[in-house]
């Protein structure tokens, strides 16, 4: 199993709160990923890292941040949460362009009353 | 612009039968086609991959998947289903040149009946 750990796995905070998660992987992946995982949705890319402080959005960032400072931890920060996104929220890596198989970490799971 | 389109959210087959996932693509660039399985309260675990090369392409646990381009199809199947498949599959998609986003399919839950 590819080094992909995320913390917390479980968080449960109240509506205007600030959250972050963390993804942390030992496999000096260049990229990496935060999807968010909703029924009927599949999973939706909320933002993503091609290097250390290079990071982009994606289909879903509204309300999301993101950060990078070291290759191996990927923080994504919700900084006023909302219901809206109480949601599972998987961490990925990858190799890059070579190799384009992402390697999921095993969730954290957010509530937001 | 890429998309998947899963049909089937819930599928049933009963334990030794044909297991059949259908995903349909749609990519403005040569895809990259992958499934994905995710057991209850896990995370996602590769099944197998497209890129280039042979159409038929094999995975793990038995699974295989064929891509037909005059269909835009990548459809997985097992010809015998154990219990131990029962799980959500997804379909996912990413092009070859320049973009590692994977978009996903919504995912299609397989219960196997005993």
């Known amino acids: 199993d590819a080094g992909i750990t995320q913390s917390p796995r479980h968080k449960v905070t109240e509506t205007g709160t600030p959250v972050t998660l963390r993804c942390h992987q030992t496999?000096?992946?260049?990229?990496m990923y935060w999807y968010r995982q909703d029924p009927g949705h599949g999973l939706r890319l909320i933002h993503y890292s091609y290097g250390v402080k290079d990071t982009d959005k994606g289909e879903v960032s509204d309300g999301y941040s993101v950060s990078r400072s070291k290759t191996e931890d990927f923080l994504l920060t919700l900084e006023s949460a909302t219901s809206s996104q109480t949601s599972v929220y998987f961490c990925?890596?990858?190799?890059?362009?070579?190799?384009?198989?992402?390697?999921f970490g095993p969730g954290t799971r957010l509530t937001v009353t | 612009a890429q998309s998947v389109t899963q049909l089937g959210s819930h599928v049933s087959v009963s334990e030794g039968a044909l297991v059949l996932l259908r995903c349909n693509y749609s990519s403005s660039v040569p895809p990259y086609l992958f499934w994905y399985v995710q057991y209850p309260n896990q995370g996602l675990q590769l099944l197998l991959k497209?890129?280039?090369?042979?159409?038929l392409v094999k995975g793990i646990n038995g699974f295989e998947a064929e891509f037909k381009k005059s269909e835009t199809s990548f459809h997985l199947t097992k010809p015998s289903a154990h219990m131990s498949d029962a799980a959500e599959y997804f379909c996912?998609?990413?092009?070859?040149?320049?973009?590692?986003?994977?978009?996903f399919g919504t995912g299609t839950r397989l219960t196997i009946i005993p």
């Open positions: 497209y890129t280039t090369g042979a159409t």
């Open positions: 996912a998609v990413s092009g070859m040149f320049g973009n590692e986003k994977l978009t």
């Open positions: 990925a890596i990858s190799g890059g362009r070579s190799s384009y198989e992402q390697y």
């Open positions: 496999e000096n992946h260049r990229y």
